[in-house]
């Protein structure tokens, strides 16, 4: 008999905490519908208690997804946990996630709480959630590198209360395999009522192992959830990744005995959505989701591959979704077809008037790309999950000059708001002298980040350009990313979308775990 391993999706909380990552409710519904797809068992929808847009966001998802329990995270007091219950209340299934800090440094350093302090907070803490949902998590923060005595007691405790589910995270990217694999069997083996929780790991990459922690983790510690992001999106070096965990277990299940309901063939799907959303693109080298990650250039794996397919591959293709439609749509497709296409990408526009406001760019897009690709729809759509008020700056128009011998000048018209501005500006190649030109007008003082462009599909030069502007100012770290087969007109689409965000005041609290 093989055992199921529960996958718990962190994308839209934990990942989200990456630097400029930070989604719309509507971009964390798409997610939340892909993930559906990809039959992830847990959804951790984000940290309701944490602004009024998390809030809308978590109950959003709670409200829309059937097939997957949701879940929110709440710090260990009644108020998050509360919160967290009003979110989820509309979800067909539902998890409150509390967590408090265990290790010394974290009690004495930011808690400022003795252990025993900690102890019956988070004793509380799970007795409350447990009188709202019969489904609770509860996390030890920093476990890892916590005493291994004090945190029996604690975990003990908290199933005593009804915590469901144990979670022991490697918060700060600490450990090693097999240290971590033991840790977990030590505790499981000392505490006497770890029979009923299910354990779970949450690893990070710091030392680039959190994929072979989680998995020691499985196999040493016998857990039986993961925590995990697309992409291992994550603050800092990242989060364990989903798709290497999943892939791991199916293609070693010789060694590992489990099995997930995961649906392979929507991972890379998972994979672009989650990279064009947020911006953060995949490195070409990354495992099952990278473009090269089945592509082979020495001429020994060609012919092995053409001989027999198993000699250099231990995965095929398409079986995590690499073997989607090539050519999607044209300059001669209707909009019903256009409609269709949406659907089985799982893009759900609000109204009608959405989607034919989307439909519109699409037929523009294809009176200057004569192909049409899947990537490229996900691009276009994607501003159309910004509303008017978040909307403030808008391109309208962008001429520039460039050639040899002579500094580069840009010509921009955008909108800010219901007044038109017109600026120009020289710079270093036109795409400094559009964003100058901008910077012109909106006077932001913000500090450029990063800069990045990447092309949405490979193998022409046809293809549309993906922008990717990282801003910060005033502490806040945020990120543009805009669409177009001109990669100038792309840049300044991107430094606008960077500029909504950073006028929009919605606040944000950076959730912990």
């Not at 509390?98 to 302090?117: C, G, N, V, W, Y």
């Not at 996390?139 to 009804?162: H, M, N, Q």
């Not at 971590?180 to 029979?195: A, C, H, K, M, W």
Request: with cysteine; aromatic share 6%.
């Amino acid at each position: 008999m093989t055992d199921k391993l529960i996958i718990f999706d962190t994308t839209l909380r934990d990942g989200e905490q990456s630097p400029g990552a930070s989604m719309t409710r509507e971009e964390k519904l798409r997610i939340a519908r892909q993930l559906e797809r990809l039959k992830v068992d847990v959804i951790e929808a984000g940290f309701a208690a944490s602004s009024n847009g998390d809030f809308e966001a978590v109950k959003a998802i709670a409200d829309t997804i059937k097939d997957s329990t949701i879940c929110s995270l709440a710090r260990a007091n009644d108020r998050d946990i509360g919160r967290a219950a009003e979110a989820l209340k509309g979800a067909n299934a539902w998890r409150i996630h509390t967590f408090i800090a265990t290790s010394a440094l974290h009690m004495e350093k930011k808690l400022r709480m003795t252990p025993e302090q900690v102890l019956e907070q988070a004793k509380q803490s799970v007795r409350f959630a447990r009188n709202l949902t019969s489904d609770v998590e509860f996390s030890p923060e920093d476990g890892y590198r916590s005493d291994v005595d004090y945190l029996c007691r604690v975990l003990e405790a908290v199933i005593a209360e009804g915590a469901t589910t144990i979670n022991v995270p490697d918060t700060v990217g600490y450990a090693i395999p097999e240290l971590y694999g033991n840790f977990i069997r030590t505790l499981r083996e000392r505490i006497p009522n770890s029979d009923k929780a299910v354990w779970s790991v949450h690893c990070h990459n710091d030392l680039g192992m959190a994929v072979a922690n989680s998995l020691a983790g499985v196999k040493i510690g016998g857990a039986r959830q993961v925590e995990c992001t697309i992409n291992g999106l994550g603050e800092r070096a990242g989060n364990t990744s989903l798709e290497e965990v999943v892939m791991a277990v199916r293609t070693r299940r010789d060694h590992f005995n489990l099995e997930t309901r995961i649906d392979a063939s929507q991972i890379v799907p998972a994979s672009r959505l989650v990279s064009q959303t947020t911006g953060f693109v995949v490195q070409p080298n990354k495992a099952v989701v990278g473009a090269n990650a089945f592509a082979h250039a020495s001429g020994i794996h060609q012919d092995g591959v053409l001989k027999a397919r198993d000699t250099y591959e231990i995965m095929r293709a398409e079986d995590v979704g690499w073997a989607a439609n090539k050519i999607v749509l044209g300059k001669l497709s209707g909009r019903n077809a256009f409609k269709q296409r949406l659907q089985e990408l799982g893009i759900d526009l609000d109204s009608e008037a959405i989607v034919n406001t989307a439909f519109a760019r699409f037929k523009e897009l294809a009176d200057r790309k004569s192909e049409i690709f899947d990537e490229d729809i996900i691009a276009l759509v994607g501003d159309e999950s910004v509303t008017p008020e978040q909307e403030h700056y808008r391109l309208v128009s962008l001429s520039q000059r460039s050639e040899t011998g002579e500094r580069p000048h840009a010509h921009v018209v955008f909108a800010a708001g219901a007044e038109e501005h017109r600026a120009d500006s020289d710079g270093n190649g036109p795409v400094d002298a559009s964003l100058k030109a901008i910077e012109t007008v909106v006077k932001s003082g913000a500090e450029m980040l990063l800069y990045s462009v990447n092309a949405i599909t490979s193998g022409s030069t046809e293809s549309q350009g993906e922008v990717t502007v990282r801003l910060q100012h005033g502490g806040r770290v945020v990120n543009g990313v805009g669409a177009d087969p001109d990669i100038v007109v792309a840049s300044a689409k991107a430094y606008l979308a960077a500029l909504n965000k950073l006028h929009s005041k919605a606040e944000r609290v950076a959730a912990q775990g």
